[in-house]
């Protein structure tokens, strides 16, 4: 028996996504799509491995190349990924997997390989370090489709949040544009002084997936849009995304509006979990889903590093970006749509 270390095309892609969705750690971060997304909407390489054994698939690592002058370069499993690292179906797999991956990070230049794994998978492994928990996902089941049922599964507090939003006379809007969910994102993310990832990444995650994402534009009594979503839905899996709003989403109580018609909705199509996605620890969004009732699993990313190079910080909060932060702000909102594509692209 042989393995052999191959690169993932159009041709194997059902094999891919077979092995993924029958592995115990498998998450939608790592269909192989993704590839095609990034490649597309960032206009990075994706090299994905893929370890094979008598023609039967043993492993898979999705990986993305980043370049970047600014933010330093680095091999990432994967890009734009609140999940990713390589599977497994044994170390010997892992090992040729991780060897192949430092081979190209090496022929690039590169000396950083981040793995973005759920859990550990390389605890003793030789030039393996942990990132330490800096974010945690959240992650509960959705009991029932029922209104009030579904309310009473969430804390007293947000109770009554997400009680007040549905007598705002809102309206949930599931069938927007692309364009129209990425104007909020794109506006709410400029008010916290951070670039935009691309449009093109949007409509490619649209276009790859086409049957398993789902729209949410949030609009006012009068019609006027104020919150928006876009998120994935895979086997039994909900994952919001990414969010936007405009100031007036506060005053609504919009997003707690948007995120219980998500519940109601993934649960009335079967859907029994719904993941309130990666936030980094003690920051608001991270309080905003303890809120929510959800717990907290910490996301111990690991790493590997040439020697001399150091693992890049590219948080917002760090003081090394709070300058631009501050700027970015400030910015017209015209304007930096029109930058933020260029560097946020480096920052998935």
Request: aromatic letters at 12%.
């Amino acid at each position: 028996m042989t393995l052999v270390i191959k690169h993932l095309t159009d041709e194997n892609v059902a094999a891919w996504d077979a092995y993924v969705a029958g592995h115990a750690d498998g998450t939608f971060c790592h269909r192989a799509g993704w590839k095609f997304v990034v490649e597309a909407g960032a206009g990075h390489q994706c090299p994905y491995l893929y370890a094979e054994e008598d023609g039967e698939v043993k492993g898979v690592l999705p990986l993305t190349l980043r370049r970047s002058a600014l933010f330093g370069n680095a091999l990432v499993s994967s890009m734009f990924a609140v999940y990713g690292g390589g599977l497994y179906s044994n170390d010997a797999a892992r090992d040729a997997l991780d060897a192949a991956a430092w081979q190209i990070a090496e022929g690039a230049g590169i000396g950083v390989f981040e793995s973005r794994t759920m859990k550990p998978e390389h605890c003793g492994v030789d030039g393996w370090s942990s990132a330490g928990v800096k974010a945690a996902t959240f992650i509960r089941d959705l009991e029932s489709s029922d209104e009030d049922e579904l309310l009473l599964t969430i804390p007293r507090k947000q109770r009554a949040v997400v009680r007040k939003s549905l007598k705002a006379e809102l309206t949930c809007d599931w069938a927007p544009k692309v364009s129209e969910v990425y104007a909020l994102y794109a506006e709410s993310v400029r008010n916290l002084g951070t670039p935009v990832f691309p449009r093109a990444l949007f409509e490619a995650f649209a276009r790859e997936f086409p049957d398993n994402h789902l729209l949410q534009l949030i609009k006012t009594p009068d019609g006027k849009p104020v919150a928006s979503l876009f998120s994935f839905y895979d086997a039994d899996t909900v994952l919001p995304y990414y969010a936007g709003g405009t100031p007036d989403a506060r005053r609504y109580n919009a997003h707690d509006f948007m995120y219980f018609e998500l519940m109601k909705h993934a649960a009335a199509k079967g859907i029994k979990r719904f993941d309130f996605g990666r936030s980094k620890v003690d920051t608001g969004p991270y309080s905003f889903k303890k809120n929510w009732g959800f717990e907290p699993t910490p996301l111990e990313y690991e790493y590997k590093l040439a020697e001399g190079a150091e693992l890049p910080d590219l948080s917002p909060q760090s003081g090394k970006y709070a300058a631009l932060v501050k700027v970015w702000k400030r910015l017209p909102l015209p304007v930096a749509n029109w930058l933020g594509p260029m560097l946020a692209r480096h920052l998935g």
